[in-house]
């Protein structure tokens, strides 16, 4: 989830953009946790608040796993504010609010969803604990936001979901158009490929070593139509 600013980041690792098959996967769940994994974490951290959002889920960066980060602050310097939820799983829910939201993955659109005043969700953290948080209002938002996209899940599918997303409709092809526009300039790999790619980090249940150093894609975002 974001925040209403954006940039773009110095990092190798980078948000994928819709529509990029990883945003519509099915996340699986991580099963080990190993320097990898706590260097990808760390990175994702970083690239968030380069890129002023709240919360990440790893398939916005291209991984096929279970988990997320959320620092409401959106800056670094508060180890206390970060927080990474391995394997969640929401338990409750109650209550029910319409709120703004956006995504680093569809940067500059902005819309109202509504989801759980409250809710308990259960996780591990990195040093592979248990725990269980109950949160309302934004930290409540947030979690069902990233919970949403380890289900393939967009803020934008919501909204079409309850017929509010024609404003927002009207953009979404621009996006497509210049995913498409790197791929056929072959900054990007063609979705089969990125599906396979998806589909064997999968099956492994972890994050491999060689994800860290991949070369970083090229794409050019469309701008955004103000009202």
Do not use: W
């Amino acid at each position: 989830m974001k925040s209403r600013n954006a940039l773009e980041n110095d990092f190798l690792m980078q948000i994928v953009p819709y529509p990029h098959p990883a945003l519509a996967f099915k996340s699986v769940d991580i099963t080990q946790i190993d320097a990898t994994l706590r260097k990808t974490i760390r990175q994702m951290f970083e690239l968030m608040y380069e890129a002023k959002g709240i919360g990440l889920a790893a398939n916005q960066v291209g991984l096929p796993f279970r988990f997320f980060i959320v620092n409401l602050q959106a800056r670094p310097g508060l180890p206390d504010e970060e927080l990474t939820f391995l394997n969640p799983v929401i338990l409750r829910k109650r209550g029910s609010e319409l709120g703004e939201e956006g995504c680093l993955s569809l940067p500059g659109l902005y819309g109202d969803v509504r989801r759980a005043e409250t809710l308990v969700v259960e996780a591990f953290d990195l040093d592979g604990q248990a725990f269980q948080m109950e949160l309302e209002e934004l930290e409540a938002r947030v979690i069902q936001h990233e919970h949403d996209h380890l289900d393939g899940i967009m803020f934008t599918d919501r909204m079409r979901d309850e017929g509010t997303s024609a404003k927002l409709d009207l953009e979404i092809p621009k996006f497509i158009a210049a995913y498409q526009q790197a791929q056929r300039a072959g900054h990007l790999p063609t979705d089969d490929n990125l599906q396979l790619d998806l589909q064997n980090m999968a099956r492994s249940g972890k994050v491999p070593e060689e994800f860290l150093v991949r070369a970083p894609f090229k794409i050019e975002l469309p701008p955004i139509t103000k009202e």
